[in-house]
Every structure is written in C-alpha cells, then in structure tokens.
C-alpha cells in the first residue's frame, strides 16, 4: 500500500522556468508533508516543509502547496537552476505517535541549460 | 556535510550471509532511523531508536535486526542475506524522540548480495 504516490518518474525543465513536481497522498491521518532533495551519492537533505494547517509554505525559490480535500500536495521551484537538478522525494508524517516519514518514490528533476 | 556517518559505503556479499551496517548520528542528536532504498522505490522506514530504546518499528524483517548504543551509534543486523536484500540503507538522526520531521540523512550504505 503506497500512502504517498509520485506518479512522475522524471521531469525535464529548462534553466529559468518553473519546475513544479506534484504528490499524492491516501493517508488523511497525515498532518505534516516535507520535501527532501537528493543528489546522487549523497543522502537526502531537507527542503521544505508544510503542517497541515496551511496550504502554503515559501521559502525563497521554492513553494510547497498542499491541498487536503485533494491530498495532494506540490513543490513549485522558480527559476530553475542546473543546481536544482535531483531527485525530489516527496514526505508526510503524523505529528502524533510514531514519528516515522513516509517517503514517496521520489522523481527525477533535470535542468537544462 | 550533514553530520552523520554511515560505514561501509559499499558492501558486497554472497546470500545466506550476514551483514552489519554502522551509523554515527549528528553530534548531540538521540533519534536514530533507519531506512531502506531498494531500486526506483522510496525510502522505506526500518526501525527507530531514542536514547538507546527501540521506538519505533516499520516494515523489518525478522532476519533484520538493530540496537543503539550507549556512545548514541547504532547498528544494523542484516543476516540470511538474500538477494532481494540488496539496497541503499540510510541512517537518518534528529535530536528529539518526536519531531516534525526533519532528519539528518548520511551518505547510506549500498549492499549489493549476489
């Protein structure tokens, strides 16, 4: 049972544009959703985050909307830049009981110039 | 640099063998998680240890097993190995118990079993 969906693989974004990379959630027990980027031989790093109680979150380039009557929820990054290039994975949790991330499959974000 | 450090980064062996993966969380952090990476799949959560005490257990196997230490590292038991065991594993820390859900991800270990 896959509680937190990317359906996109991949994404292909020119240098400049707006990157917006999309999660799907079934667990309505979820009431905090983050973002995690991951460059190749490295671990995931901490992006963004959004508790439930709002329905956007800005930190500079990048925004993350969520939408709880769709549970969906999306990391928009403007302007794109080749360092953005990575894999994105999409998170939520639960504030209350065990704390433990459920991880989407993440997609791929290329950049190009 | 985040902080926490996983040993080895790679490891290769045979099925039916037995494995252990190391992890130095973040100076000063209690929370140790441990996830699973099989190929084009997400970050599955294993087990989570505070201080020392199993907090929190996902998806592991019985073949799996974890402890942390008094020196707050923590170690991953994998044994029986089989082929479907072969994955990136993570460790992952943060200082609390109960956090929003930030963690402190290291480099991971790759197991490939053959």
């Known amino acids: 049972d896959q509680q937190v969906k990317q359906n996109s693989p991949s994404l292909s974004v020119q240098e400049g544009r707006i990157s917006i990379l999309n999660c799907d959630y079934t667990n309505s027990m979820f009431d905090y959703f983050l973002w995690y980027k991951k460059y190749p031989a490295e671990g995931p790093t901490f992006l963004i985050s959004i508790s439930s109680i709002k329905d956007k979150n800005e930190d500079g380039r990048f925004t993350v909307f969520l939408n709880k009557s769709a549970k969906h929820l999306s990391l928009h990054i403007v302007p794109s830049q080749p360092g953005d290039s990575a894999v994105y994975f999409c998170a939520a949790s639960r504030r209350q009981g065990a704390q433990k991330l459920v991880f989407g499959q993440g997609t791929r974000l290329t950049i190009n110039p | ?114």
């Open chain 2, 1 to 114: 640099d985040s902080g926490v450090t996983q040993t080895p980064k790679h490891l290769i062996t045979a099925t039916g063998q037995r494995v252990t993966l190391r992890c130095s969380p973040r100076s000063g952090d209690l929370s140790v998680y441990w996830y699973q990476q099989s190929l084009d799949q997400g970050l599955q959560f294993l087990i989570q240890y505070y201080n020392g005490e199993e907090r929190a257990k996902g998806n592991i196997l019985e073949r799996f097993s974890a402890q942390q230490f008094p020196d707050l590292h923590s170690e991953l038991n994998l044994s029986s190995l089989e082929l479907g065991d072969s994955a990136l594993y993570f460790c992952a820390s943060s200082p609390r118990q109960q956090n929003t859900g930030e963690l402190f991800f290291g480099e991971g270990s790759r197991l490939t079993v053959l």
